[in-house]
């Protein structure tokens, strides 16, 4: 690929729009469950190093966590 391609060339020009969203929420752990209050101090813990897709890992655990509860819903 070149740079001087023309839009639409096979192999060059732009490609398709990318469409960029806002980070979801974070899932709240549900009081007095062990599993969802670990995940959050977790969270807690990698957001601090800097460790994003750790955080994101645990928010897929707190949210992914089944309760009969209705806020971890989205």
Same mark, same amino acid.
């Given at each position: 690929?070149?740079?001087? =391609? ?9 490609? =398709?729009?990318? %469409?960029?969203?806002?980070? *979801? ?17 977790? *969270?807690?813990?990698?957001? *601090?190093?800097?460790?994003? =897709? ?10 992914? %966590? ?9």
């Amino acid at each position: 690929m070149t740079y001087d =391609s023309k839009p639409g060339a096979p192999g060059g020009g732009q490609g =398709s729009p990318v %469409h960029v969203t806002l980070p *979801r929420l974070d899932f709240e752990p549900v009081p007095g469950c062990p599993r969802c209050t670990g995940a959050a101090a977790r *969270r807690t813990a990698c957001r *601090r190093a800097g460790d994003l =897709s750790g955080a994101s890992d645990c928010n897929v655990v707190i949210g992914r %966590h089944p309760h009969t509860d209705e806020r971890n819903t989205r």
